[in-house]
């Protein structure tokens, strides 16, 4: 405490300098001026530098979180689409498969439905052929027995006379009964 008095009573002692004025010493001034400044500035400005930048953590922090927060959701939902984008395209290849398996079957059905229509058409045609041929055979047949018959009554009209008519009917009528029994 001695200390302290000493102090302010060294203070009393001091010689007045007389007047007010600038003291133009720069290596004098200057050290104690700055250390005044920086003294009143830590002293004062302690807490309000110590708030500004404790907000300014407290932001860049919250501005971390927020991005953290931000980046999880976005490889969660990064991880949804990917996910998504594989069943996707497990199922265009499927269906490009089970397309491409459809187009073949379908060409196969298609190629067999064609060559059995065109097996039936040329069933068709033959037989039609076959028609066509038996009816102008008897046709054929019909004319040249209608001829025949036709010049035979002919002959038979201008040659033969009521006897020999009657023998020739007879005679036709024994083999139509011979026949008749070979039939049978």
């Given at each position: ?27 004098a001034?200057?050290p ?51 996910a ?73 009209n ?27």
């Amino acid at each position: 405490m001695k200390n302290v008095t000493d102090s302010f009573v060294s203070l009393v002692h001091w010689p007045f300098a007389g007047s007010f004025g600038f003291n133009t010493d720069i290596l004098a001034t200057n050290p104690i001026n700055l250390s005044v400044v920086l003294g009143v500035l830590i002293f004062f400005g302690k807490g309000v530098l110590s708030d500004l930048l404790d907000n300014r953590k407290l932001r860049i922090l919250n501005t971390i979180r927020n991005s953290e927060e931000l980046q999880g959701g976005a490889i969660e939902r990064l991880e949804k689409a990917r996910a998504r984008l594989r069943k996707v395209e497990m199922e265009a290849d499927q269906f490009r498969v089970n397309g491409y398996s459809e187009i073949e079957r379908e060409k196969l059905n298609l190629i067999n439905s064609t060559y059995k229509t065109l097996e039936q058409l040329e069933n068709y045609k033959n037989e039609t052929i076959h028609f066509e041929q038996q009816r102008a055979i008897n046709q054929v047949r019909q004319r040249v027995f209608q001829q025949a018959l036709q010049g035979a009554l002919g002959t038979l009209n201008s040659c033969l006379n009521k006897e020999l008519h009657l023998r020739t009917i007879s005679a036709n009528i024994g083999m139509f009964g011979t026949m008749k029994e070979i039939i049978d």
